[in-house]
């Protein structure tokens, strides 16, 4: 590392949108100390891998981008490691890497000023304090936002599913307080935003009390934002089906702003798997909630996460899921190998699955994902909708943006700009996005 005190920054983010939020609020801090952005991490006086340790050799993807970091001269910026590697491995992390000057776990970031002040006077620091949400308060005020915004409402996780490290890494739930979200929500919105994301590991879990006192959940909260006259879209994510409320549903049927799209991920369409994986729902209960929802809003387009290869998965289980998938037909959906976590009771399950089953059970469901999602995006064409334009296409003229149902669709609009929302008639679809024509444009 360089003595001197940083001038330029460089955030690289890994894994999941809540980590995007951060390196969005670690960025504005960096600003508001008067630090900009480096135009590339190679040449950044200080780096921040903001760390993801969900899923397959995450640490040892870290330890190969430090070793990157280290520059021609044998000199490498302050490297700080965030995120959940850095909770789960701690200390280890600076004596595997001496490199690393600090080591900051996803609840203590907002002292990164701090730490990086401290490493000008030759420490070395970690902090994996998990004090609760004491961050948020300490951050710099909301800027410039693009059109469609993140904002963490929830950590932290209480479900223990057995193959998860979340509970570990994020700690228990735990929610932000109503005022501070609906200021925050307003400042995104001042700042550009039309579309807010509310981001959590158990979105749905969130609760708290309002201004009058009363205990209101996420339905509450959506209820809320809805009123905030300039933010034109609500969506959430990622729930748990447990806490898919009466009224949380209810919200998809009579809150217009919210769009018409559930990410509720399921994991197994088989009851023995989900039981193993202590998910606390069955196969059934799963469907009977996406029946509630469709039955309040027709539209809804589902989208899920699973999980090939549980230890003990049969190929009898496996089919399940795959009819599952079958059944739902999700406008998208995520899927993955399971891979053990070390200190997850999965890891010391018997009946390790092995990778070339693994390979070919991950091939086969991704092949009907793809398919459902080939023909719920040509379902779309010949329809008018609306589009939230979020960049710039590869084309001159041409904007993306988003469908009420997470669809990206590229429009050939000279006349527009980022952050319109324009009707659209779709004319033509692929397995990943459409095109659009504008009809008229929507009210502002
Ligand atoms: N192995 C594979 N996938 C996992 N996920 C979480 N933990 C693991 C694991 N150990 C997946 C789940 C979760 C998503 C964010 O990542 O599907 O919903
Ligand atoms: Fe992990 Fe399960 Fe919690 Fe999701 S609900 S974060 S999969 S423990």
Redesign the pocket.
């Known amino acids: 590392m360089s003595t001197d005190s940083p001038k330029t920054y460089s955030i690289k983010n890994y894994g999941?949108q809540m980590n995007v939020y951060d390196g969005e609020r670690m960025a504005e801090m960096f600003e508001s100390q008067g630090m900009s952005a480096a135009d590339d991490k190679a040449n950044a006086d200080l780096v921040v891998l903001n760390t993801c340790h969900?899923?397959e050799k995450a640490a040892e993807k870290v330890y190969s981008e430090i070793g990157r970091l280290r520059r021609k001269d044998g000199t490498s910026p302050v490297i700080a490691v965030a995120g959940c590697v850095a909770q789960a491995e701690g200390g280890e992390i600076s004596r595997r890497a001496p490199e690393v000057d600090i080591v900051v776990g996803p609840q203590a970031y907002h002292n990164l000023p701090d730490m990086v002040a401290a490493v000008g006077r030759g420490e070395r620091v970690v902090d994996l304090d998990l004090p609760g949400l004491d961050k948020f308060g300490k951050l710099p005020a909301r800027r410039k936002q693009p059109p469609s915004a993140f904002l963490t409402v929830q950590e932290g996780c209480d479900k223990f599913c057995t193959?998860?490290?979340v509970p570990y890494t994020r700690g228990a739930e735990i929610s932000r307080g109503w005022a501070e979200l609906i200021d925050e929500a307003k400042a995104i919105v001042n700042a550009g935003a039309r579309e807010i994301t509310l981001l959590g590991q158990n979105v749905n879990a969130w609760d708290g009390e309002d201004d009058k006192g009363k205990l209101q959940g996420l339905d509450g909260l959506i209820r809320a934002l809805d009123k905030i006259p300039d933010l034109r879209r609500i969506r959430y994510m990622?729930s748990h089906p447990n806490d898919m409320t009466e009224g949380l549903i209810a919200a998809h049927g009579d809150v217009e702003k919210l769009m018409p799209f559930l990410h509720l991920?399921v994991?197994s369409g088989s009851d023995r798997i989900l039981k193993a994986m202590n998910r606390s729902h069955s196969r059934d209960s799963y469907m009977r909630i996406l029946d509630r929802v469709r039955a309040v809003r027709p539209d809804i387009a589902f989208s899920g996460?699973?999980?090939v290869g549980f230890p003990g998965e049969s190929d009898a289980d496996f089919e399940d899921t795959l009819s599952l998938v079958r059944e739902v037909g999700h406008a998208q959906a995520?899927s993955?190998?399971?891979?053990?976590?070390p200190g997850?009771p999965a890891a010391d399950m018997s009946d390790q699955i092995p990778m070339e089953v693994m390979d070919e059970r991950l091939q086969r469901l991704q092949a009907q994902i793809v398919a459902d999602q080939t023909a719920f995006n040509n379902r779309t064409v010949g329809r008018t909708t609306d589009v939230l334009l979020e960049r710039p296409g590869k084309f001159a003229g041409q904007l993306i943006g988003k469908s009420p149902w997470l669809q990206s669709v590229h429009v050939l609009a000279p006349d527009l700009s980022i952050g319109d929302i324009v009707t659209v008639q779709i004319t033509d679809s692929g397995p990943l996005s459409l095109k659009g024509e504008p009809t008229m444009r929507a009210a502002a």
């Open positions: 999941c969900i899923r193959y998860c490290v990622t991920p994991q996460d699973f999980i995520y993955f190998k399971y891979s053990p976590r997850t």
